[in-house]
């Protein structure tokens, strides 16, 4: 019964199930899952199994099939079945046979427990299990957090058997003469985590007996302090991050700038290795210093880092007359000709002589050399170094649209500023008006 006892003080102590609700349970037909199944059942909590055959191990696929089906049938308990091609997922995906299982078991996982109204998915991950987690993100590389093991709870996946060995799992079922499969490609070592378990687990064991238990003590340890660093790290980001950016100035002032960066960043796909690189050139950054991973692009601009999502280059539209046109699904420009002379100051529309604007136009991004002169101002100026003295960082300027003419002269930067010579005077008789909005909500 300590055995019972252990998993039910566990999971307690993590509040990780009610007997009021119903729970998948992850069945493989190896020796974790079934004591987890046999461990739930003799507990009475409500639960159904889900086995997936990947058709990786040919017979022994089929067998395992057949041996959780019988479990099952034995204990009344509900089995769903699911069947993968994971050879064909894994070529048409690119991704490992491993990764193409997990994958897909899951996503399957979850689209069940949606089906039936569960309230959580059990899998039978142990305390070894959790060692070796722990050593695999060392030998890789990792923060605080890779070396804190397996959680008990990750969303909807909860984990009741994080606090007892395979050891004490495997007397457990001989005690109830209960009998599950054992998997070959388990026992073989082609693989990182099984060449961990059964070449350097057994080793640190000849050293220390206790080897893996001082290492959960150890992870334990780390979770704790962990806490404390998350709420740090929280605290500080809340404090110097503005706009999705940060004063490097006073990133540079804090007492670690790399791991600030790495909680900024880490979450918006950047590599370790790039955060890596960004931290120690932090006292040597130039202006327009780019970074990007799959999803976001960092830049150093004006003294801070500023980052925002990836988006899609923007179009070039034509402008055959007077009208409304949607630019790019999110933002409408109107064009109306007016009588006399109608002049406004909103930044966002312009007022240009009819007479002195020549169609077709063209609404564009600002590119490399473009050139115009400012109302108000006597000579032409770059685009780019009139957005810059009005501190306009550089992802708006990748968004800045100018308007032009038939000639590819500029008449207008965009909710910015018309070209003087393009601008009403005493003598107009006809007013082109342009408004510019966004339509996204």
């Known amino acids: 019964m300590r055995f019972l006892d252990t998993i039910a003080q566990f999971i307690e102590r993590q509040h990780l ?7 998948l349970v992850a069945l493989s037909g190896g020796a974790d899952s079934v004591c987890m199944l046999m461990v739930m059942h003799q507990m009475g909590y409500q639960i159904e199994a889900v086995h997936c055959n990947f058709h990786l ?9 057949n041996f959780v089906k019988e479990l099952c049938k034995q204990l009344y308990i509900e089995l769903h079945l699911i069947h993968f091609d994971t050879i064909t997922y894994a070529k ?7 990764m193409a299982a997990r994958e897909l078991r899951y996503r399957y996982f979850e689209e069940l427990r ?22 695999m993100n060392l030998l890789r590389g990792t923060g605080i957090h890779g070396l804190t093991g397996i959680k008990a709870r990750n969303g909807y996946i ?9 050891n004490e799992i495997t007397a457990w079922l001989e005690e109830q003469k209960q009998p599950f499969i054992t998997d070959s490609s388990n026992i073989e070592a082609d693989v990182t985590r099984n060449k961990i378990r059964l070449n350097i687990i057994p080793q640190l064991k000849d050293i220390n007996p206790s080897a893996c238990q001082q290492i959960l003590t150890t992870a334990q340890r780390l979770n704790e302090a962990a806490a404390v660093y998350d709420e740090t790290m929280r605290e500080t980001l809340s404090r110097i991050k503005s706009n999705d950016s940060i004063d490097v100035n006073t990133l540079i ?9 790495f909680e900024w960043l880490m979450p918006l796909g950047f590599s370790p290795k790039i955060i890596e690189s960004i931290s120690l050139s932090l006292n040597t950054l130039q202006a327009g210093k780019e970074w990007q991973s799959a999803s976001h692009q960092l830049t150093f601009n004006q003294g801070r880092l500023m980052v925002e999502p990836v988006t899609d280059e923007l179009p070039t539209l034509r402008i055959p007359e007077t009208g409304n046109y949607i630019y790019h699904e999110t933002a409408k420009l109107r064009i109306e000709l007016i009588q006399g002379q109608h ?15 020549h169609f077709p136009l063209t609404l564009r991004p600002i590119r490399t050399g473009d050139r115009f002169q400012p109302f108000g101002m006597k000579g032409t100026k770059l685009v780019s170094d009139y957005l810059t003295d009005r501190h306009i960082s550089i992802f708006e300027k990748r968004r800045t649209l100018v ?7 500029i008449i207008w930067l965009v909710n910015h500023r018309p070209d003087t010579r393009f601008c009403i005077n005493d003598i107009s008789q006809e007013t082109l008006a342009f408004s510019f909005f966004n339509t996204k909500k």
Do not use: F, M, W
Not at 17 to 23: I, S
Not at 158 to 166: D, E, K
């Open 92 to 98: 048409t995906h690119q991704v490992s046979i491993e």
């Open 17 to 23: 199930l009610n007997r009021e609700k119903r729970y």
């Open 158 to 166: 909860l984990r009741p058997l994080l606090c007892v060995s395979r």
């Open 343 to 357: 002049i406004e100051k909103d930044p966002s529309k312009a007022s240009l002589d009819a007479s002195k604007v």
């Open 253 to 261: 002032q804090e007492p670690s700038p790399e791991s600030i960066l």
């Open 403 to 409: 308007l032009c003419d038939r000639d590819g002269q």
């Open 114 to 135: 949606q089906d039936i109204g569960a309230d959580g998915i059990c899998v039978a991950h142990h305390q070894d299990d959790s060692v070796e987690t722990i050593l």
């Open 57 to 65: 191990r040919g017979d022994e696929s089929n067998r395992d099939e």
